[in-house]
């Protein structure tokens, strides 16, 4: 009699699966203000473009990635976002191609590239599903990057993807455990819309299935304390109630309630929300897995 084990059973979990299921049930249920939904907006870009230019965890990414890099490389930035690493990398980089969705966030970084005199940046303007690296990229790119920006539907295919415009290294940053959009999103989303929050899928499954690739990266585990700063109560709830869908009153009543007890106000005014956030970043060598 042949016995079946929860081993074998982990054995034939085809991971790449298990991301898109969970990515697709993700969308369907809808997410609470997930990407690049929450950016389509140029203002909410350029609340995202200030907080994140203020940031130490900005600063750290971007020497993180200058590791990587000389005055030669050529950069490919998934996700660029309103150029959050591009714009300031541009300055040290032979050259960016810079691949968002987002219709607020591309408005911000083509601003940015014409008020800075940046034209190294080339701004693709889709999600990296949809790029046609025959149509839309100038391969190779010695660095490729995806900042906090994995959220492809069918993620080995993204890999692959990655891995044949790159010739160098291959950088990822992203969420491991709850972040702080799906702790907000845990208790708001079903109040809002009558629907449980399903979170995107995060890094225990991107290693697997990078394993299943044969590729073996090197992680780091990364913690950091998240800070979103707005003018006022008022900015901080308009703000909350385009990410989460919401335009009636009750709904805004709802809002204020769950944002007044998480809020910090500062003496100025301003209001502060803090999060702890877990991530990993991983990284290797495309030379030394060919797939």
Known sequence: MSHVTALDTLDEID?????????QRSRE??????????????RAALRYWQNVRESPRTRERIEDVLSFCDAGTRL???GAGP?????PLAAHLRHITAVEPADGMVEVLREQCIERGIDT???VHKSWDDVDPDLDLQPPYNLTVASYSIGMFDLRASIQKMMAVTSDVILLYWHIGDQPVDREARELWPLLHGK???PIPKSD??????CQMGIYPHVTPLRAVREQHFDSFAALLDEYAERYEVTSESGRRLLTEYLSARCAIEADGRCVMRDLHHS???WWRVKEYPC
């Open 15 to 23: 991971w790449n699966q298990v991301w898109m299921a969970r990515q």
């Open 29 to 42: 249920a809808g997410r609470g203000g997930g990407c690049p939904s929450a950016w389509q907006t140029k």
């Open 76 to 78: 490919l930035d998934i």
């Open 83 to 87: 150029g959050t690493l591009a714009v």
């Open 121 to 123: 940046i080339a701004i």
């Open 196 to 198: 449980q929050h399903y």
């Open 205 to 210: 499954i991107l290693f697997q299935v990078l």
């Open 280 to 282: 990993l970043k991983l």
